[in-house]
């Protein structure tokens, strides 16, 4: 089991991270953000947003966009990366 850090600071870069991964499988299936945020049942700024890195996207949220894309939500969130908390 990991400790956590003293601080929050490593959340902002994962959150983008994941955003990176998540506009990457978009653009993969050639899909538009519109026919994702329309699919999903959330609002553009709300799928802008989670692309972006910025703020703090609901579970349920992330669960919607995962199916629509017909991939794991593990795919979005894998953090592979060396600076992964």
């Known amino acids: 089991m990991r400790d956590l850090p003293d601080d929050d600071s490593w959340i902002p870069e994962r959150l983008e991270r994941m955003g990176r991964q998540l506009q990457a499988e ?5 899909l538009t953000q519109e026919s994702v945020f ?3 049942g959330i609002n553009r700024a709300t799928l802008q947003n989670i692309e972006a890195g910025r703020g ?3 579970i349920t949220t992330l669960l919607r966009i995962a199916h629509i894309l017909g991939v794991p939500l593990a795919r979005l969130v894998d953090d592979n990366g060396p600076t992964g908390p």
């Open 26 to 30: 978009r653009m993969r299936q050639n």
């Open 38 to 40: 329309l699919a999903a």
């Open 56 to 58: 703090n996207p609901t």
